[in-house]
């Protein structure tokens, strides 16, 4: 029961939740687009995503000075509930629509040193 309190104890702040069911929904995103996505601040994004890390939540890879994040595959079966509920159920929560909508247009307007090659959840 450790763990799972655990995931839930990281999951409990607004940021990451959003941050985590934008990265179940739309895949690897760079830092400067979950950041436009939350219309947060860089270094506020940043800082949660590397407890999300911490918590081996998600992953990150470095291309030049960009770090792009992706959820990592589920470590257990409420891990795997979660990805599914947070990718069919809060899909359509207003929050996570508006965040998705941020998303789109924050890619479309990808500045050319931001390129990458999204891979898809």
């Given at each position: 029961?450790?763990e799972?309190?655990?995931?839930?104890k990281?999951?409990?702040?607004?940021?990451?939740?959003?941050l985590?069911v934008?990265?179940?929904?739309?895949?690897?995103?760079?830092?400067?687009e979950?950041?436009?996505?939350?219309?947060?601040?860089?270094?506020?994004?940043?800082?949660?995503?590397s407890?999300?890390?911490?918590?081996?939540i998600?992953?990150?890879r470095?291309?030049?000075?960009?770090?792009?994040?992706?959820?990592?595959?589920?470590?257990?079966?409420?891990g795997?509930?979660?990805?599914?509920?947070?990718?069919k159920?809060l899909?359509?929560?207003?929050v996570?629509?508006?965040?998705?909508?941020?998303l789109d247009?924050?890619?479309k307007?990808?500045?050319?040193?931001?390129?990458?090659?999204a891979?898809s959840?």
């Amino acid at each position: 029961m450790k763990e799972e309190a655990a995931l839930f104890k990281t999951l409990s702040d607004p940021t990451r939740l959003r941050l985590t069911v934008l990265l179940a929904i739309r895949g690897e995103s760079c830092v400067c687009e979950l950041a436009e996505a939350l219309n947060e601040p860089e270094f506020k994004i940043s800082r949660h995503l590397s407890i999300l890390r911490a918590a081996r939540i998600v992953d990150a890879r470095r291309e030049g000075t960009w770090m792009y994040y992706n959820l990592l595959e589920a470590q257990s079966s409420l891990g795997e509930w979660l990805h599914l509920f947070f990718r069919k159920n809060l899909n359509d929560h207003p929050v996570v629509q508006e965040d998705v909508a941020r998303l789109d247009q924050a890619v479309k307007r990808r500045p050319e040193n931001c390129q990458h090659q999204a891979k898809s959840q």
